[in-house]
């Protein structure tokens, strides 16, 4: 974690592509909390972070994804499906 909160530090914006809570499951005690503070740490300094940990709480990191997915920093196929038929149609096309 300090090596990673070190190196991010140099950057002007960062893209978050893990779940919310995801790094709460097999890993150390307080290993989330300590990335969602460097994150807030990272905001409050003016740094840009997508999506940050109020937006993956209260947003998904999933829509987030989808909502950056036109960004040249985003993937083009990235998508949610939240019913079965929006699957079925959208899955079929990837």
Known sequence: HDQFARQVQK??????????GQLSQGTAPGTQKRFDDLMN??????????????VQTKMGAKDA???????????VDTAAYYTEKELEAGFKKS
């Open 11 to 20: 950057y002007d914006a960062l893209v978050v592509r893990i779940n919310p």
């Open 65 to 75: 994804l989808v909502a950056i997915s036109q960004m040249k920093s985003g993937l």
């Open 41 to 54: 740490s990272l905001l409050a300094k003016g740094k840009l972070v997508w999506s940050s940990p109020e």
